[in-house]
């Protein structure tokens, strides 16, 4: 099968990319070209065609889009911090850039696999998160990624599009990026290996579901094969919650560091 992944030279894209490859799939990744992206791509155990360019390209993404069958839109501009110092680059790119893709898939007949995000439902408070729990997004980035999940539902209501959307919890795994506008436990393992204090912002007893990037895979692997999800939302999760703390003790105990409280972060 002919798949495009946009966003796949990411760390949730390669994953992605190099399961598909070994399952004899025929892989296009459309992502912004950087020193990252590059180390990225060279970690597929296969080729690949690669089209550098952004989703906020419309015949960028025309091109990418055409005579592939499926496409799991990946592409997205993700830290939340960066969000609140810059929204408009995330309104750019998550929801104009959204609505390119799907476009595009309108003018092409592909499918689309649209991954949204957990962080569309807020903070799961005061009650636990079910399946019917409203969209209540607390950031902007946040609200980027509820607005192009909502996009790609009324694409697929007004124009009977084969759109799938996913809200998958918080991903960790090799390759995940850290530090500054990276991931919690790719950060917390960073800095303890570097001898320096875990630093969480609050009180750290805020809990989320973490999913290990294999079983994601695995996850978007039955929606590709799954052909009777059109309109469907599909959240990826475990079942099982950890707190912030919990998670910085267990690294902090593991790597011999020490911990740190800051200010609570706003979003």
């Not at 004899?24 to 020193?35: A, C, D, K, P, V």
């Amino acid at each position: 099968m002919k798949i495009l992944i946009t966003g796949g030279s990411g760390f949730q894209g390669t994953h992605l990319a190099n399961h598909l490859l070994a399952n004899g799939h025929e892989i296009t990744i459309l992502n912004t070209r950087s020193q990252r992206s590059a180390d990225n791509m060279s970690t597929l155990n296969q080729s690949v065609t690669t089209v550098w360019g952004s989703v906020t390209d419309p015949e960028i993404v025309s091109k990418t889009v055409r005579e592939n069958e499926v496409v799991f839109h990946m592409a997205a501009r993700v830290n939340v911090d960066d969000s609140i110092e810059a929204p408009s680059a995330f309104i750019n790119v998550n929801i104009s850039g959204t609505n390119n893709v799907l476009q595009a898939i309108k003018e092409h007949g592909s499918r689309l696999i649209y991954a949204s995000s957990c962080e569309v439902y807020g903070s799961g408070q005061p009650e636990p998160l079910t399946e019917e729990s409203e969209l209540r997004p607390y950031s902007p980035y946040a609200a980027s990624k509820a607005a192009a999940d909502r996009l790609c539902f009324s694409f697929f209501k007004t124009y009977n599009l084969p759109v799938t959307i996913v809200r998958p919890c918080n991903i960790f795994g090799p390759g995940q990026k850290s530090g500054k506008g990276g991931a919690v436990i790719a950060t917390f393992v960073q800095r303890a290996l570097a001898k320096l204090p875990l630093t969480i912002y609050g009180s750290g007893e805020q809990k989320r579901e973490y999913m290990y990037v294999s079983d994601l895979v695995q996850a978007y692997d039955l929606v590709l094969k799954n052909k009777n999800l059109d309109g469907e939302c599909i959240n990826f999760g475990t079942g099982d919650v950890i707190s912030i703390l919990e998670i910085a003790e267990f690294i902090a105990s593991e790597l011999d560091s020490t911990i740190e409280f800051g200010d609570p972060r706003p979003g």
